[in-house]
């Protein structure tokens, strides 16, 4: 059982507001706010100069075990979400074998509650022949359809198929949303291009439209729960902004398709640029921050999808794509709060409160009393750059090579017991299934 844990002078904040409070974690759980006696705990931290926050939920990972582990495993995964604030992750299934059955699920889940320091749950994948599987696996957060082919071999690409999940069942579906034909077409006429910058033509934003059509146009017609994954072009930002509200419909984006636009940054990365759906122009980018601030985008996730330097050393047209992510979000945002882009309520309404709320998970993403003692404690003056060679995921690059931001997590607290605090981590700690309400 963890230490009571007493976190004095703590500036709570929620996306209503921030509340300097006392907090008292007992058994895992936030047990009372206020004003505390030092006395109540066996261990008290002095958070006067730090702000607390929900521990981040980061609904879309791919931590790579089982079958890839050479690129990331479910312990390292999970210990560079520690670092960066995550205390939950909801991880893809495009493993290998791809986790398309309750089999392979109970696998995931059982090696996860040996390896991992963070909280976890997983998506089963969607194919053309598993939609009982979809229907029966119990407690997951949802149901992974490639509507598009991208790493990996999962594809539900026929809109026939695709109709038939949409119209059979209840649970979420969450696509990657790109038209495998659009896309098919499109990479043949960028088959003897050496240049990386011709990614994003080789995935257009009409692959991305198309197929966010699609899937929006089944949500309404079935008023099935749909849950968009990485959103990338202004062309969709503006559709859903029209249809969204038809439907149960919800929407994410990653950082780095704000943050990172192309011409430059194939220029500068090559094929640590490139991933899918692609890095696009900065008027993409600028679309998707208003989508993000005006509430068309709900949430933000990382897409963490690791591959090593030797795999993107490769030329054009056969390295893969993907980019980690889980370790760095966070700081990311928070920098973006320093330089008043956005406000910390923001983040915490982004990364924690939402996800939660999406994903229907119970007593996590908020400071409450009852609710489990899932926490962050940043440091909004701390100042890092972000260096290749010093991270915690096994791949150990970040696109963000190079970047100093201000604002780091400073202390991971998991189910009440700090995990990560100061670079160090405590491995003892075992994270949980994360439940999902159905
Ligand atoms: O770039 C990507 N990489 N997009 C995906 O959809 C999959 C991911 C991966 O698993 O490498």
């Keep these: ?47 006067s100069h730090l702000y607390l926050l929900p521990g981040a939920l980061d609904p879309q990972v791919h931590f790579r075990d089982p079958g890839l582990t ?3 495993d479910l312990r390292t995964g999970s210990l ?31 090696v996860a509650s040996e390896k991992c320091i963070v909280n976890y749950n997983f998506f089963i994948g969607a194919t053309s022949e598993n939609l009982e599987v979809l229907n029966s696996v119990e407690n997951v957060p949802g149901i992974k359809v490639f509507m598009g082919a991208s ?24 696509v990657h ?24 033509f080789a995935r257009p934003p009409e692959a991305a439209l198309k197929a966010t059509t699609l899937a929006v146009e089944l949500a309404i017609k079935y008023q099935r729960r749909l849950h968009i994954l990485h959103l990338t072009t ?32 194939y220029e500068k990365l090559g094929a640590y640029a490139q991933m899918n759906p692609p890095l ?7 679309a998707l921050w208003e989508g993000l601030t005006r509430g068309i985008i709900d949430c933000i996730a990382t897409d963490h999808a690791p591959h090593t330097h030797a795999e993107k050393s490769k030329p054009f047209g056969q390295a893969p794509s993907g980019m980690p992510g889980v370790e760095t979000s966070l700081a990311l945002m928070l920098d973006r709060a320093n330089r008043g882009l956005c406000k910390l309520e923001d983040v915490v309404k982004w990364m924690c409160e ?30 890092r750059t972000i260096e290749n060679g010093k991270l915690q995921t096994m791949v150990n690059w970040s696109p963000y090579d190079g970047w100093t931001t201000q604002g780091w997590p400073i202390i991971t607290i998991v189910n009440g017991n700090i995990v990560f605090r100061d670079g160090e981590f405590d491995e003892s700690v075992k994270g949980r299934e994360i439940v999902i309400a159905s």
Aim: glycine letters at 6%; a negative charge.
């Design 70 to 72: 050479w690129k990331e």
């Design 280 to 286: 696009r122009d900065i008027d993409h980018g600028e």
């Design 151 to 174: 790493t990996g071999d999962l594809l539900v690409s026929d809109a026939g198929e695709i109709e038939n999940i949409f119209a059979n069942g209840s649970r979420l579906i969450a």
């Design 177 to 200: 949303a790109e038209d495998d034909d659009i896309i098919n077409s499109a990479r043949e006429l960028y088959k003897d291009s050496q240049d990386f910058n011709d990614h994003q």
């Design 80 to 110: 560079a979400a520690a670092a960066g604030g995550v205390t939950g992750f909801f991880d893809m299934p495009n493993t290998k074998p791809s986790t398309i059955t309750c089999e392979a699920m109970a696998d995931r889940k059982q």
């Design 354 to 383: 939402k996800p939660v709320e999406l994903y229907k998970v119970n007593n996590k993403g908020f400071i409450k009393e009852g609710f489990d003692a899932d926490l962050v404690l940043v440091d909004m003056n701390r100042k």
């Design 234 to 265: 202004k062309e969709e930002v503006r559709y859903l902004d029209i249809n969204k509200s038809k439907g149960p419909i919800s929407v994410e984006v990653c950082p780095q398709h704000f943050l990172l636009s192309a011409p430059y940054i």
């Design 1 to 47: 059982m963890p230490a009571t844990i007493l976190i004095k002078n703590a500036r709570c904040v929620s996306s209503l507001g921030i509340i300097k409070q006392d907090v008292l974690l007992d058994n895992g759980k936030i047990s009372v706010l206020g004003n505390i006696a030092e006395n109540k705990a066996e261990q008290i931290i002095d958070a």
